[in-house]
């Protein structure tokens, strides 16, 4: 299959139909002689032999490859019916070349059909457990562009974030085209300083999990997963939003008061994205329970401390939107978490006193400030024009005057970035107002 041309896609698609049904019967051919309850077939001696003879095979493959004095490899791996050989200090071609004489014997070893095949060469690569490993991979000596490959990792996984998947497949991109960890640490921490700081988009940091309710052993509310936490908070508001068997269910992690659980942090998505939420998304969550273990699982093999790098870095400070949100609905303060709001000048960023959205010293420039705060809700004005227009152009509405198709789909980014600048908008919109009204006020 690999050796057709580009234009031999039908028969790439036969070809690859037909090795999948031919797995497919083997696997339900031995599944049925091994299931003893459910099976159409039971013999579990059929199963086990197949079994034993798999395992035999591997292990007589993997006994001649480490006694072989010629090659000098060592089978740091082998599983079912694969195995990975070490061939310290050898060059990509010679290992194609060692490789393939490796199959050569072990396969002339064993009865037909029984074979042994060279697929890949690795170069450099993490193996951190069974059925979990990442590289780049090589397919042939002439090949001069290696292919990141991974296997059972969060780069490839379902049931982590984007931002997970994201920051740890670029990490390893780094590390493997430059050996270099001082490259991977300053990478992450500029990561980590867009996260703290506010300036990424919401969509990586949403959940997606399968839910199966009344499936779930403990009855209590709070023994559930988060996912189903979430389906269920919606159903209490709406019984028709009850999800499928299976279905994937999305959810966010919020900031929460001290000591809160993780099932008292998780909300739908959209409840984040609202105009007037009082949410904050919980970055530190997603930073120590998420990234660094995540890295730290295949980092650490070679000494790293991300915890270590995550303390060593300095602390950034928040975009003034993402620390006082104007349209917070708490007007009466009744909320603790009101009175540790930061207030920062939206302009210079400088600390600001009681309520005031502009510092001493751009408040003395009144004319400055009013064209500063002007000039970025033109510009966020046209964004809003610029992003409205794509929307009506994909969903075919106008959802500005409410008329027509109002997209909230979760998997368009362009539906993150409408949210991010309303909301920015809308906090400029109303401290320009201000600032107008102050100016005309100073000039009468």
Request: glycine fraction near 6%; include cysteine; charged fraction near 25%.
């Amino acid at each position: 299959m690999k050796k057709l041309s580009s234009s031999e896609q039908v028969l790439h698609r036969i070809f690859n139909a037909r090795q999948l049904a031919l797995k497919l019967i083997s696997n339900v051919t031995y599944g049925y002689t091994a299931a003893g309850f459910s099976g159409r077939m039971p013999c579990a001696e059929i199963a086990d032999s197949i079994v034993q003879c798999g395992r035999s095979t591997l292990e007589k493959a993997i006994s001649y490859v480490n006694a072989h004095e010629k090659w000098k490899a060592r089978v740091i791996y082998g599983d079912t019916d694969s195995m990975f050989v070490l061939l310290k200090g050898r060059s990509i071609e010679d290992s194609f070349q060692i490789g393939h004489e490796i199959a050569s014997e072990i396969t002339a070893m064993n009865p037909n059909p029984i074979a042994l095949k060279m697929e890949k060469v690795y170069s450099p690569c993490f193996l951190l457990t069974k059925k979990r490993y990442v590289g780049y991979s090589y397919e042939s000596p002439e090949q001069t562009e290696p292919i990141f490959d991974a296997k059972g990792i969060e780069t490839v996984r379902r049931d982590t974030c984007g931002a997970v998947a994201k920051t740890m497949e670029q990490s390893l991109r780094l590390f493997f085209e430059h050996q270099d960890m001082y490259e991977v640490r300053a990478y992450l921490q500029r990561q980590w300083k867009r996260i703290l700081s506010g300036r990424v988009s919401l969509q990586d940091f949403v959940f997606a999990k399968e839910v199966r309710l009344g499936t779930y052993r403990g009855s209590a509310f709070s023994s559930l997963p988060p996912a189903a936490i979430v389906a269920t908070k919606a159903m209490r508001t709406d019984p028709r939003a009850e999800p499928r068997y299976a279905e994937r269910v999305p959810y966010v992690v919020i900031h929460g008061e001290p000591g809160a659980r993780l099932v008292d942090l998780v909300v739908d998505p959209l409840f984040l994205l609202a105009i007037d939420s009082p949410y904050r998304l919980n970055d530190l969550y997603y930073i120590h329970k998420q990234i660094i273990p995540a890295l730290q699982r295949v980092f650490g093999l070679l000494g790293a401390d991300l915890s270590q790098w995550f303390s060593d870095m300095p602390r950034p400070a928040r975009e003034a939107f993402g620390k006082r949100p104007f349209y917070a609905s708490n007007p009466h303060r009744t909320r603790i978490d009101y009175y540790y709001l930061s207030r920062h000048c939206i302009l210079c960023g400088e600390l600001v006193q009681a309520s005031d959205h502009l510092c001493n010293q751009c408040c003395e420039n009144k004319s400055f400030a009013a064209v500063a705060v002007t000039g970025r809700t033109s510009k966020l004005e046209r964004e809003m024009q610029q992003l409205a227009g794509i929307c009506r152009h994909c969903g075919g509405g106008d959802w500005v005057v409410e008329s027509g198709i109002k997209c909230t789909s979760l998997a368009c980014s362009v539906f993150y970035e409408r949210r991010k600048v309303q909301k920015e908008l809308q906090g400029l919109a109303s401290v320009a107002a201000e600032t107008d009204c102050e100016e005309v006020h100073l000039q009468d």
